[in-house]
């Protein structure tokens, strides 16, 4: 993604949300546990960023069990849409008799 695709996006949020209220702030180890979920996404799926979140969650505080959580939840996401595309490649290979 190029810095100029960025810009266009932040723009674009920031013209979607002008006027909203700010919220209270996130804590410290929401925002952690936030960053991991990020760095597990199937879209980034960074090594070193995940190591680095989850060093991170656990210096703010949270349990084994919450970054386990967040882990599950996230990959989850990614396991059911190679499930639910795998069921609709195998039936249209059965359909078109590629496969018994």
Avoid: F, N, W
């Amino acid at each position: 993604m190029t810095e100029h695709m960025i810009a266009q996006l932040r723009s674009y949020a920031e013209s979607k949300t002008d006027g909203i209220e700010g919220g209270s702030l996130l804590q410290p180890v929401d925002k952690a546990l936030i960053r991991l979920a990020v760095a597990v996404s199937v879209t980034a799926l960074d090594r070193t960023a995940i190591d680095e979140a989850i060093a991170t969650c656990l210096d703010q505080g949270a349990s084994v069990a919450q970054v386990h959580e967040i882990v599950a939840l996230t990959s989850g996401l990614g396991v059911h849409s190679l499930m639910a595309a795998e069921a609709a490649l195998l039936d249209a290979a059965r359909a078109r008799g590629l496969v018994d």
